[in-house]
């Protein structure tokens, strides 16, 4: 009769281990949902906080309204040499951490050609004008290319060679150049915004100048 009332009396008390296990689990399980979406949220935003642009200024007096007017994801703007940039304007930049650089004023005949360098880009016209700017700051002057800045690389090659009957390459890495221009010799060259950096694109667009220009 004793051992009866003992299994009766085991019983609850294995039943509600039962219970605490699963308790137990549930909670854990909680957790680490609730952690992975907060890195989740945490990795998104610093991603998108990493995505940042370039503009070119065409304003003779750059004032504290320019820089106001910029987009929140700019770091970097390019002013002519003459431009005149007020106190107010130089303090925004400087809280907003944007780098001022002065595009060369080259002499006339020094410019890039633009028939020979072609930089495009539909979305953002103001960074394919920065990289311009950049190149004839570096004194690249003469060269060869059409370049295609783009966020959505693969759609602008199928574009270029089903629509334009273009020869057209994606690029992705400074690598690629080297790379593609050995295997064939393309005549529009897509560059993957998403990947590349503004200083690695303009390193690019420096290196694809030197590659030997193929009209169609």
């Known amino acids: 009769m004793k051992m009866e009332q003992d299994r009766h009396t085991q019983q609850p008390n294995a039943n509600e281990s039962v219970n605490i296990a699963e308790i137990v689990r549930q909670v854990l399980a909680r957790l680490n949902s609730t952690a992975e979406t907060r890195y ?7 991603t998108s906080q990493n995505q940042t642009t370039s503009a ?11 820089i106001q007017e910029l987009s929140k ?15 107010s304007a130089r303090d925004d930049a400087r809280s907003r951490n944007i780098e001022i650089q002065r595009a060369v004023q080259l002499p006339e005949g020094q410019q890039p050609d633009q028939q020979k360098i072609e930089i495009i880009d539909h979305a953002q016209p103001e960074r394919a004008q920065a990289v311009k700017q950049q190149l004839a700051f ?24 089903a629509r334009n009957n273009e020869v057209a390459v994606m690029i ?15 005549t529009v ?8 950096t503004f200083s690695a694109v303009v390193n690019a667009v420096a290196q ?8 169609r």
Not at 40 to 46: D, E, G, I, L, N
Not at 189 to 196: A, F, G, K, S
Not at 208 to 215: A, E, Q, Y
């Open 56 to 66: 070119a200024l065409t304003e003779k007096i750059i004032t504290s309204r320019t």
């Open 40 to 46: 989740s949220t945490q990795t998104a935003t610093s």
């Open 73 to 87: 994801k700019t770091s970097q703007i390019f002013v002519s040499p003459t431009a005149i940039i007020t106190p």
């Open 189 to 196: 060259w897509v560059l993957d915004m998403q990947r590349l």
């Open 138 to 161: 570096r004194g690249i002057t003469h060269g060869t290319g059409r370049i295609v800045l783009t966020e959505t690389p693969a759609k602008e090659v199928h574009f270029q060679c």
């Open 208 to 215: 694809i100048s030197k590659t030997r220009r193929v009209d």
């Open 172 to 186: 992705g890495s400074f690598n690629d150049i080297q790379r593609f221009s050995d295997e064939i010799t393309p």
